[in-house]
């Protein structure tokens, strides 16, 4: 089983990437601020995936984006 880790820091050390982590730990405001590290990857369908067979674990998951999510060089139109 993965060691437990700050998720802040351990989410860090993926830019461009899905982080999916298993909360162990939330602050006095819910927050997540400790979890086990599934998964990682640039395929949001991979990090879907490892996520759909860990349901129901710890405190629940965190998926999340670590990055910009529109490149810079890119423009959102509404």
Excluded at 32 to 43: A, D, F
Excluded at 61 to 71: I, R
């Amino acid at each position: 089983m993965p060691e437990v880790v700050d998720i802040a820091e351990e989410s860090r050390k993926h830019p461009d990437e899905w982080v999916l982590f298993e909360v162990t730990e939330v602050d006095k405001s819910d927050e997540p601020v400790k979890g086990r590290l599934l998964c990682h990857s640039r395929s949001r369908d991979e990090i879907h995936e490892v996520a759909m067979r860990h349901r129901g674990a710890g405190l629940g998951l965190l998926t999340e984006f670590v990055g910009d999510p529109v490149p810079a060089d890119t423009y959102v139109v509404l």
